[in-house]
């Protein structure tokens, strides 16, 4: 029986706003195969909390890799193996000047073994903790960042599931269950399954196959992080962005190589010849787009670009209010950190070239407009237009735009520009409304109202777009994530109490994709 013409119009409607499961996305529940968080912060006595929970019925091989703030460079990096439903914890934290750690009183089984771990350092109630290492970028690594003491202190990070543990062969997935007191089994023997010197029969991920026990991932992962001030009793907490559709193989490869990571997705053997397949909204629509597999990162950062972003700001001394946006770029590194010019687009520059805008940065630049609570335009683009009060405050020539230099950027509102942020502590920071030429105009005090940040506006020269897809088509703007970071200090609650509230709101983005006349991206550099 066919359903009424009504009925059948439903059905494909519903289908045309679906996306396919076949396609690599953002999940709308924030579970996946991977969680892209685009921040974390121990400046100024800051912790970051983390947790990540295994919401199914399967054990779960998981790459943490956190990624300094400058250029990317991995500051550390381990696995972790979670049971059926598992949930693990743990905390940034500065463990010393310039020393940044990861401690964790969770059990869960990692490699390397923290809470299991007896060769770590420890703090005075006995918990070891996984330093952070700054080998990525000195040395022979060295890649003319500033301020390399502290460089570790914020960043982001991200989780990749490498597969389904399983006890096909040798029980490891048995191993990493909790018995009757909540502990693993036997960690000890996923440890000793990556060592090289314990022979192949205990080293057999090591000496064997990677994948032994190992099935392709599936998702079903979610992610939590919080940026925490012990000291004023505030937290800044968000979930993590998590795609699915990664990859239809196992990725478990020897943990002291640098994949997996963002640039690792695999599709299945159909998509290998049609390319990776991409599902985005753009407008009220899905679309599909489709980038060779040799330019894997291409399509993750298809999930993350914006051509502009919006969001809330206050700022009022009188209310003890402030505001900060994080501003990341998760994929930013894969385009930006290479030995020469030129970068790869959407990206224009190289981290640290002479046309970077400066040694230890690799700029870009976005066109920003504020608005007031009454839809007045704070910081004014042309002098003449009738809704810019205080018309003589700004020359006509200053374009009103900030420059992002880093892989996670913070821009502050009313602050000194010379001094950490307010809120994060954060270096890596562009200042809105004081002492910065590019911004300067009508921005009052208290402030609260609306920004609108464009990442693609052709009248201002700023026209970045990702390489075309396998059939040309380019989406516009840059990939970007982040949210606003809001604290309220309350003095009149209690008399010499003061209460401190902090929130985050997502940015909200906005994308565009164009037909292009460029040639498709296969055949590109």
């Given amino acids: 029986m066919k359903p009424a013409p009504g009925i059948a119009w439903a059905i494909a409607a519903l289908l045309a706003c679906a996306a396919p499961v076949d396609a690599m996305h953002l999940a709308p529940d924030r579970r996946g195969e991977v969680l892209v968080f685009p921040y974390y912060s121990v400046n100024g006595g800051l912790q970051t909390l983390i947790s990540v929970v295994n919401t199914t019925d399967a ?40 020393d940044v750690g990861l401690v964790t009183q969770d059990p869960s089984c990692t490699v390397p073994a923290i809470f299991h771990g007896s060769g770590l350092p420890a703090l005075p109630n006995g918990a070891r903790y996984l330093q ?32 389904e543990v399983t006890d096909t062969t040798r029980s490891s997935l048995a191993a990493i269950r909790p018995g009757e007191a909540g502990m693993p089994l036997n960690c000890s023997q996923i440890e000793d399954a990556w060592r090289l010197d314990l022979g192949a029969e205990r080293g057999y991920w090591a000496l064997r196959d990677p994948n032994t026990d190992i099935s392709s991932p599936t998702g079903g992962l979610y992610g939590f992080a919080a940026v925490v001030d012990v000291l004023d009793g505030v937290m800044f907490g968000y979930a993590a962005d998590a795609i699915s559709g990664f990859s239809a193989a196992p990725l478990h490869f020897p943990p002291s190589g640098i994949a997996p990571d963002l640039a690792s997705a695999v599709a299945d053997v159909v998509a290998q010849q049609n390319g990776i397949a991409v599902d985005l909204v753009i407008g009220d629509q899905w679309e599909q787009l489709r980038f060779p597999v ?24 009188s209310l003890g209010a402030d505001s900060e946006w994080v501003l990341s770029f998760p994929t930013k590194r894969h385009y930006t950190d290479l030995p020469s010019p030129p970068a790869l687009a959407p990206f224009p520059r190289v981290f640290g070239s002479s046309t970077g805008g400066g040694v230890g940065e690799a700029a870009v630049w976005a066109r920003v407009q504020v608005w007031d609570r009454h839809g007045q335009y704070d910081v004014c683009a042309d002098r003449n237009d009738p809704r810019c009060p205080n018309l003589g405050l700004r020359p006509p020539s200053l374009e009103p735009r900030v420059d992002l230099d880093f892989a996670v950027n913070v821009l502050t509102f009313l602050q000194d520009p010379d001094l950490p942020t307010r809120i994060l502590g954060s270096a890596r920071r562009v200042n809105l409304g004081v002492g910065e030429p590019q911004t300067m105009g009508h921005f009052p005090e208290p402030g609260q109202g609306h920004l609108w940040m464009r990442l693609y506006d052709p009248q201002y020269g700023i026209e970045y777009a990702l390489r075309p897809d396998l059939v040309g088509r380019q989406l516009r703007g840059l990939p970007l994530q982040g949210f606003l970071a809001v604290r309220y200090t309350n003095t009149e609650v209690t008399p010499g109490v003061l209460a401190n509230y902090g929130s985050t709101i997502r940015h909200q983005v906005t994308r565009g994709l164009q037909p292009s006349a460029t040639t498709p991206q296969s055949d590109l550099p």
């Fill in 294 to 317: 040799d330019r894997a990162i291409d399509a993750v950062s298809a999930l993350f670009m914006a051509d502009a972003i919006h969001n809330d700001y206050v700022t009022a001394a």
């Fill in 132 to 163: 952070f290492s700054s080998a990525g970028y000195i040395g022979a690594n060295a890649d003319a960042a500033w301020n390399l003491a502290n460089r570790n202190y914020e960043g982001h990070f991200e989780m990749i599931e490498m597969g």
């Fill in 59 to 98: 054990g779960k091989a998981i790459a943490v890799n956190f990624r300094e703030g400058s250029n990317s460079r991995i500051t550390q990096r381990l696995y972790l193996y979670l049971a059926p439903h598992d949930v693990w914890t743990g905390a940034v934290f500065a463990a010393g000047m310039f």
